[in-house]
């Protein structure tokens, strides 16, 4: 099954947008919230386009951030969120121990 001019003018146009996420480094949600973009539809055109993950995203390896919070939290879960959307939730509270075995 060829593609139409419509559906070649649309894979062209998302191109351009994923290559413009890539060079603004900002995270998927955020470009996509800047610019009235479905977040999951996006997801799904950097998926087939071959973009997994922010370690394309300027060509920088995806890595552990610091985070800083403003204010201790009073949360009793934790989620972590990897860059090419899969999650571990966690429900209850869980030591830096566990995570750094758990994560290597």
């Known amino acids: 099954m060829g593609m139409t001019k419509e559906t070649t003018g649309l894979h062209s146009q998302m191109q351009s947008m994923v290559k413009e996420w890539k060079q603004s480094g900002q995270s998927k949600k955020a470009f996509c919230a800047e610019r009235s ?15 997994r993950s922010r370690k394309y995203a300027g060509g920088v390896k995806s890595s552990f951030i ?16 990897y860059p090419d959307g ?9 030591g830096a121990n566990f995570l750094r075995t758990l994560l290597n």
């Open 86 to 94: 899969r999650r571990i939730v966690f429900h209850k509270e869980v």
């Open 37 to 51: 973009l479905g977040y999951y539809k996006f997801n799904y055109w950097c998926k087939r386009l071959g973009i």
């Open 66 to 81: 610091e985070v800083q919070l403003s204010q201790p939290s009073q949360a009793n879960w934790m989620e972590i969120v």
